[in-house]
């Protein structure tokens, strides 16, 4: 596996390659203004030398004239011939310079243009006119060239300066952007370092947020909100551990001794079969507690109730008192039904939660008493509520009454009864249906419910073919 660049050096690689981009859009438009300014002062050469030899021409009155023109223009070519000019016609005694062929070729009217003449390495900027013949003198065309060599080679020197020039301020940009970027991320390391310090034996510790860089600060921020999250989970996590192993002791404890006891000495058959029979008891209890654990299980996994079907749910609430019919005689109280809605429900998980729902409540609450089942829909939600009268719990016990294994009697006196998970499946069934659960205890009265998403937003939150038709 190839090592991971640097964030510094990313960020100058970043800078060095905007610095290029810069600094070569600006060489071009230096080197576009170089150009035409050599371009300008090229013409205006060719204009001057152009413009003297043509103001005698056009007033040239004797032939005898001619020969002190040649002499002129022998004085104004340079040595090395970087100016050169050409008089063509067929009068000899007019005549003067050896054209080339491009120059003969390079024929009309007065017009300026780029001529490749011979071997030379760059053009030559060439002005021509055409005399026509009067009484002095026969047709003749006037040219002028001035050869670009010069203002190529200080075009082509300008371009090595200029690249000399971006290619160093490339580096320069680049070293700078790594120097900036190594001191800026020194707030980045400490913050790895203290990271690195964390350990399973130190939760409790968090991030330096102090003269922290906003940018850091809210990441700062952020880690320390989840770090306060893991230590809480750490810490239900260990004691949701020792819950467990506290709800499987008892079970088998009691197997053990009843086991050991009944091996103690000869049993008769029916004493043996009083044993087996306690200890299928606790092994329903253990099997009880698995079967409850597998399934919160795929819940926490993110698994969707998927038989959803259009159901009453106060239809649903009777079915369920129905099946507790023994247990609300036995305590001798009545359970009531107020309000109804219909929503997509899976009816056995439904069920189960309302199940769990009443057995807490039948447990909490007095002879002749009244359990109410309240149903109410709001809000895109199908709110069961399961009211009963009894001792007012503890707000501080009442935001955990959903935690698994939790309970409000630490002292677990009705561990035999219950093993503490009915309302963590209620809080599972009702994430499974996109809802949520609520307590609260007050003036005497205990609410504990969930609520299950109805209507498009069971489309929204679990999907368009989630539903199915009865």
Known sequence: MTAARSIAARLAAMFAVAALLVLSLLGYALDRQLAAVLRRQQLEQLDTRFQDIDYVLNRLRTPEQWQRIHAKLDALTPPDRSTQYWILSEDPQIRYGNAPPEVVAFSGPARVGELAIGDRPEPTLVRTAYFPADALHAALRFSVGVDSASYARTRRAFRSALVASVSGGVLLVAAIGYLVTHLGLVPVRRLSREARALSPSTLSQRLVVARLPAELSDLAHSFNGALDRLEAAYQQLEGFNADVAHELRTPLTNLMGQTQVALSRERSAPQLVDVLQSNLEELERLRGIVNDMLFLARANLGERAQQLQWTSLAAEVERTIEFLDFLIEEANITVRVQGNAQAPIDSSLFRRAVTNLLDNAIHHCQARSQVVVEISASGGQVRVAVCNPGPEIPAE??????????????????????????????????AMHAGT??????????????????????????????????
């Open 397 to 430: 016990h009442v935001g955990r009454l959903f935690d698994r294994f939790y309970r409000v009697d630490t002292a677990r006196s009705n561990s035999g009864g219950s093993h503490g998970l009915g309302l963590a499946i209620v809080k599972a069934v009702a």
């Open 437 to 470: 659960v609520f307590a609260a205890s007050r003036d005497g009265v205990t609410t504990v419910g969930f609520s299950v998403a109805s209507g498009a937003y069971v489309d929204q939150v679990l999907g368009p073919h989630s539903i199915m038709n009865e």
